[in-house]
C-alpha cells in the first residue's frame, strides 16, 4: 500500500509516534506502558495543533482581506505577531486594537480584544446586549471515550471556520476607523 496515499488520507501522527517511541524504547530499554491513557500529552498535542490551525485560517483570510482592501489608508492592514515566549500563542493587529489567542493551558485557550495595549474585553456573540460580560472567551478541551479530544465553547462543540470567521469579522468591523 502506498504510504503517501495513506498519509493524505488519514491523521498518521500518533501510528507514527507510536513507531519511534518503540524505537526509542529498544535502544534505551525504557517502556512507557501507560502512556496512552494519559489524556495530558493528547491535550498538549491538540492544543498546538488547534492554535496553529487557527493562526493558518486567520492568515489565508487576512492575506485574501489585505488584498482586496489594499494600501488606501495607513493601517487598514491586518498584520500577525507570534507571541514572544510562548509555544503558538498568536495575535491579530489593527488600528491600535488587538485580537489575542492564548494558550493558558494545556486544556483552555483564551480569545480577547485588547486596546491601546491596556484594556481588555471580550468580543460580542450573537444575542449578547453589547455590554462587556468578561475579560475574553474560553475554548475548553473536552477528553471523550477513548482520549478524543473536542473543542468547546459554551458547551458546545467548536467549528473551526465559524468561530474564524466570526472573530475576524468582529476584529476588522471593531478595528475600522
Request: charged share 25%.
Amino acid at each position: 500500500m502506498n504510504t503517501q496515499l495513506i498519509n493524505s488520507d488519514f491523521n498518521t501522527k500518533w501510528i507514527e509516534h507510536l513507531a519511534l517511541e518503540e524505537i526509542n524504547m529498544d535502544e534505551t530499554g525504557i517502556v512507557h506502558i501507560n502512556e496512552h491513557l494519559d489524556p495530558n500529552l493528547l491535550l498538549e498535542e491538540s492544543s498546538v495543533d488547534f492554535m496553529n490551525a487557527l493562526r493558518d485560517k486567520f492568515e489565508v483570510y487576512s492575506t485574501v482581506f489585505n488584498e482586496y482592501r489594499g494600501t488606501h489608508k495607513a493601517g487598514s492592514s491586518i498584520k500577525i505577531f507570534k507571541i514572544s515566549n510562548t509555544i503558538n500563542d498568536f495575535m491579530l493587529f489593527r488600528n491600535s486594537l488587538r485580537l489575542m489567542f492564548s494558550r493558558r493551558a494545556n486544556d483552555l485557550i483564551s480569545i480577547s480584544f485588547l486596546v491601546n495595549g491596556k484594556d481588555l474585553f471580550a468580543p460580542r456573540l450573537p444575542n449578547d446586549d453589547d455590554r462587556i460580560a468578561s475579560a475574553g472567551h474560553e475554548i475548553r478541551a473536552h477528553v471523550g471515550p477513548f482520549n478524543k479530544i473536542t473543542w468547546r465553547f459554551g458547551g458546545e462543540v467548536v467549528d473551526q471556520d465559524a468561530l474564524v470567521r466570526h472573530y475576524l469579522s468582529e476584529f476588522i468591523r471593531n478595528s475600522a476607523r
